[in-house]
């Protein structure tokens, strides 16, 4: 068993699964004793929620790129200080809905800003911190995008065309398959039950 404290993160298009699969991995570690703290981003403190709104909200249509980008990483400086870091620090297990990744996805590869502005950011904000194990769920966009649309309104970034979410998509392929230690990639256009059994085994063989 890992007894040290891990940094779990989901990653993933629209519509993929990740709130519906994240409440399954926080039952299934608590179940095996594990301390966990369940988080999100954008968002996890109360001051990086409010970013959350105004990130996501149709009417800012006039946000430029590097605001979206510069306020992803406002929420995440916060999320770390005050619920991330301090958590491991005392011994929980965290498990974030979507983290830099996301950035690395959304704004290098849907948006296009260079992946080494984004590097340098991530460097300032997290040291050395990056996530111990990667969840990326995998699902074609139009099924994605199937799923999302019978859920609620689209908000400022899911108005965006299906070729962004496809640059999206490649972009968290290639982190995967950049970094075969840390992501571990699950079919998620199989039913809800089969998504949460390769789950299952990717946290089993981590636990062990
Ligand atoms: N963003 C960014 O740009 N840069 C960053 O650095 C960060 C984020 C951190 C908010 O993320 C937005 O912020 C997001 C990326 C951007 N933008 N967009 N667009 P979010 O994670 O809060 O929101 P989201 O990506 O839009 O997630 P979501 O739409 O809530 O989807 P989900 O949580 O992955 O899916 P779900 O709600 O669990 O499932 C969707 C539906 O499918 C639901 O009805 C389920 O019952 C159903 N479902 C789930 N799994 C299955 C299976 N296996 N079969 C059939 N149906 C299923």
């Known amino acids: 068993m890992i007894m040290q404290a891990q940094f779990i993160t989901v990653e993933g298009g629209e519509g993929v699964g990740k709130s519906s699969n994240i409440a399954f991995i926080l039952s299934y570690l608590k179940d095996k004793g594990i301390d966990v703290v369940s988080t999100r981003e954008p968002g996890g403190t109360e001051l990086s929620e409010k970013i959350r709104d105004v990130l996501l909200d149709a009417k800012n249509k006039s946000m430029v790129s590097d605001t979206e980008l510069l306020l992803m990483f406002a929420a995440r400086a916060q ?27 959304y704004q290098g590869g849907g948006r296009g800003i260079p992946m080494q502005r984004i590097a340098i950011l991530e460097d300032w904000v997290q040291g050395e911190l990056r996530p111990d194990l990667t969840i990326l769920l995998d699902l074609p966009v139009e099924i994605g995008m199937q799923r999302a649309s019978e859920r609620s309104a689209p908000d400022r970034i899911e108005q965006e065309k299906n070729n962004f979410f496809e640059a999206v998509r490649q972009s968290y392929l290639k982190m995967a398959a950049d970094s075969p230690q840390r992501y571990r990639v699950i079919d998620a256009s199989q039913t809800l039950e089969q998504v949460q059994k390769d789950i299952a085994a990717v946290l089993d063989e981590y636990i062990q």
């Open 79 to 105: 999320h770390l200080a005050v619920l991330i870091k301090p958590s491991l620090k005392k011994g929980k297990w965290v498990l974030c809905d979507r983290f830099t990744d996301a950035t690395y996805a």
